[in-house]
C-alpha cells in the first residue's frame, strides 16, 4: 500500500532507441520460441535480443538477434492483426 510519505522522483536521461536490448535466459534444454516471446518483444519495439543460455548457472552460449529485421514482429503483427485492433481501441478509450 502507498503511504502519505510516498516521494517520486524523475531521473535518468532520454537514449535512444536503437542502443536498447532485451535479455532473455534459459536453461541450456530449454530453447526459446520466438513466437512465444514475439509478443513482448512488439510491444517492447526493442531492436536487439539476446538470448543466453545457462548449464547449472554457468552461461555457456549467447546468442545475438535483430528483432526488427528478422520477420518475428511482422509475423507476430500480421497473424494477431485483429487481436491488436482491439488492443488499441481499448487505449484510446483510457
Not at 514475439?38 to 517492447?44: G, T, V
Not at 531492436?47 to 547449472?56: A, E, K
Not at 549467447?62 to 503483427?77: A, D, P, Q, S, T
Request: with cysteine; hydrophobic share 45%; glycine share 4%.
Amino acid at each position: 500500500m502507498w503511504g502519505p510519505n510516498l516521494c517520486v522522483t524523475l531521473d535518468g536521461r532520454d537514449v535512444f532507441q536503437d542502443s536498447l536490448i532485451e535479455i532473455k535466459t534459459r536453461v541450456k534444454h530449454r530453447r526459446i520460441v520466438m513466437d512465444e516471446i514475439a509478443p513482448q518483444l512488439f510491444f517492447a519495439q526493442v531492436p536487439h535480443l539476446i538470448v543466453t543460455y545457462h548449464l547449472r548457472g554457468n552461461f555457456q552460449t549467447v546468442e545475438k538477434h535483430e528483432v526488427m529485421n528478422n520477420g518475428v514482429l511482422e509475423k507476430f503483427e500480421c497473424d494477431n492483426v485483429n487481436e491488436l485492433k482491439k488492443v488499441v481501441a481499448l487505449l484510446e478509450s483510457i
